[in-house]
């Protein structure tokens, strides 16, 4: 995606922020009212809402309430031994907002999306810091953030703490289900959360809620890999990240598949099905052979009761050898500017762990000043075990930075 848009997005968010109260300076909302008794005409104004940008990706179409969790709702749902929440202390009862707006699509095309707002519910004029959080593959379209609004959601959770929580649906769930979700394509990837982002604040600011200048990424697995892909895209774009926490994300493509697909043979079992091996190099074009085994392949991968369609170019790349293609979709070799977290578990066998370790080194080799691993030590440090794990390392490093909560 060129640059140029991105530097766009820049403008449009450093506009919107500056309307949501992103100064320091900002006067609140809860002030409007006061007059100083010794000077009537002392009366603060809140800044302008900015008019909202039209058919084009950022664009905010709609907003509405679908979910109010109380502070007891999620104090209950963290108790739950079965709930993947970290433990904290909610502090806010959340509302969450489901919000369309407009994107791209897989094949760059002007489409209609969706996602979560989570707002905690403090005293009117006060600000909080913005984070945006990627979610992790997911099969049914209700588990999308904006249908999952039950108190033990990861971002009920974050926003109970005090964080406005931004979460998009990603293109293929929520308003745009039935579209192909360009799964591991970091262009689209990027996009839904950059245009979610503008559409984001437009919406704040237009309801008079106000943020500080602080912004949050975070995300696991594929929300792994979408969080770099969005920091990579804003950073580019010049605006300004307070810090990152990326957990078990599987960033270099190439190697994620050989290790996944090579090692446990579905390769093979798909090949064998069809009477068929790997070509060397295979053709990625309908119509070609290959494509059938990729078809194969999709089928043993994803849950037969999934309501969602994947786009199988990430495959289609992988046997064709478009090791350049690979390449350009992979996260774990550039230089980052944001204070920047991995955590990943060796005995992960659905993201190999390599991920994180390739990503840091190539990370650290191209001059990325502020970058480590935190290794998840639960027993087995699994895909799932090292869910919770990671929740607690993100706020705590997180909390480190987070002012206004």
Known sequence: MPVSFYRNVLLASSLLLSACGGSDTTTSANTTNLTDSTNTSSVAVLPAIPTRIVNQRGALLDGQLVKTNTVPDSTSAISDPTAKAPAVIPVYDVKQYRVTYQTVDGGGKLTTASGIIAIPQKPAGAKSPLLSFQHGTVFLDKEAPSNDTVATSPVNIIASLGFVVIAADYVGYGASRGQDHPYLQKDPSAASVTDFLVAAKQWLAEQRL??????????????????????????AAGVPITASVAGAGPYDLQYTLDELLNTKALLA?????????????????PGKIDEATVDLMMYILIPK?????????????????????????????????????FTHGRDDVTVPFGNAIRALEGMRTKGTPDLDLAECVAAPSDHTNCIKPYAQTMLQYFAGFARDL
Request: proline share 4%.
């Open 269 to 285: 079992a798909a090949g064998g099905a069809l009477g068929l091996s790997r070509p060397a190099p295979a053709a990625k074009y």
């Open 305 to 341: 009761e999934s309501d969602i369609k994947f786009s199988k170019t990430f495959l289609m790349d992988w046997m064709a050898n478009d090791y350049a293609t690979m390449k350009y979709n992979s996260l774990y070799e550039w230089q980052a500017k944001t204070p920047t977290r």
């Open 210 to 235: 106000l943020l500080n200048d602080q912004l949050f990424l975070t995300g696991y697995s594929e929300g792994g890999y979408v969080t770099l892909a969005a920091q990579q895209a804003l950073e």
